[in-house]
């Protein structure tokens, strides 16, 4: 079974929370896992302009020099969104990482958007999935030579909740790998908000788009005949004039997901290190522009090198606490604990895990 390491939130001195993430580094074997010179991502989550849930800049720097003190090169990294917001472009998801706390000062380590400045800087990977023949990795995510993904728990529209899983899948790919994640691909104009800016047409790899109309009523349109979804356009309008459908998304996305996250992890399976954050834990992501209140008293931190280990240790001390199925209870309609049994089924880990507290060491 694979082992799921865990602190709860209570302290006392010279054993606080920081402490607690260092001992954690210690008993996933962060030291070994980096070899000299490594240029190691440390995957965090920079919260959505409004937002004040994500977590905390401190816990992200005590990981970095745990990095550091393996002799690793730590960068701490995220990719844009798809959706027009804070952090849709590298400008603005840095202007919007700074002003919550995430900078090189703060950090200790450089902060690089890993899908560049307008999130087509990506690799194609093929992975054997049941929907997917191939992802879109981030490139800043492609080229490390080693990974920590830090997590925070939440829940999510779509998926149910978001983890390690989700952390690793939407926040490691391109723009056009988010738009395959949320939708059934194939997108539609939007006339109110397009501008005929006419961008789009120029990442059309089929030509299927073109600009009609005369005058102010001109807008691009679509050929869905001709689209092949690769969702280029979508991700280069920044107007948000061209949306995907969401149709199909609850059956797929968490599926989706999993086959990402197997593409982004291909090769680097033996230099993965994974922490969930089971605090503050609130029914939204931190991808929106506020948050409600915890939803459940904060239970503590948990690390693994399974990735399918952590995340169903995750939910079963999260609905333990809560003494139901929580997330369920909050999206009725979506079976979360799907995408961990896919991930499963894909080799991305085991469901079954040892649970192994610190707290009384």
């Given amino acids: ?48 302009a409004g937002c004040t849930a994500f977590i905390p800049v401190m816990y992200v720097r005590t990981v970095v020099e745990q990095v550091k003190k393996a002799d690793g090169r730590p960068f701490v990294t995220d990719s844009n969104t798809l959706y027009v917001g804070g952090r849709a472009h590298a400008v603005s998801h840095l202007r919007t990482a700074a002003n919550n706390g995430f900078t090189q000062e703060t950090l200790g380590a450089p902060v690089i958007i890993a899908d560049g400045l307008k999130g087509h800087d990506f690799q194609e990977v093929e992975v054997d999935g049941e929907l997917l023949k191939s992802v879109k990795v981030a490139s800043a995510a492609y080229q490390a030579d080693a990974l920590v993904v830090i997590s925070h728990l939440t829940g999510h ?16 790919s391109s723009r056009g790998g988010k738009q395959q994640m949320h939708s059934d691909i194939k997108p539609a104009v939007n006339r109110d908000r397009c501008t005929a800016c006419a961008k789009c047409l120029e990442w059309c790899p089929t030509g299927a788009i073109s600009i009609t109309g005369k005058g102010k009523e001109k807008y691009a349109k679509i050929d869905r005949s001709k689209c092949i979804g690769c969702g280029e356009c979508t991700i280069m309008c920044f107007k948000g004039a061209i949306q995907a459908r969401l149709s199909g998304v609850l059956e797929n996305a968490q599926s989706k997901c999993v086959e ?102």
């Fill in 260 to 361: 990402y996250a197997k593409g982004i992890l291909k090769g680097k399976e033996d230099k993965v290190a994974f922490f969930n954050f089971l605090m503050n834990v609130t029914p939204d992501c931190d991808c929106w522009n506020y948050n409600d209140a915890r939803a459940v008293e904060d239970i503590g931190i948990l690390a693994s090198r399974d990735m399918v280990a952590i995340e169903q240790a995750s939910l079963d001390l999260l609905n333990e606490k809560a003494g139901k199925d929580f997330f369920k209870s909050i999206y009725p309609v979506v079976d979360c604990a799907s995408q961990v049994e896919y991930a499963e089924k894909l080799g991305l880990g085991s469901r079954e895990y040892e649970l192994i507290s610190l707290d009384d060491e």
């Fill in 1 to 48: 079974m694979s082992e799921v390491y865990f602190v709860n939130t209570r302290g006392r001195p010279n054993r606080g929370m920081l402490q607690k993430l260092e001992l954690l580094c210690d008993k996933v074997k962060l030291g070994e896992m980096i070899d000299r010179s490594d240029l190691v991502g440390v995957k965090t989550h920079f919260g959505e």
């Fill in 157 to 172: 529209e779509f998926l149910g909740f978001g983890g390690a899983i989700k952390n690793v899948s939407m926040g490691l």
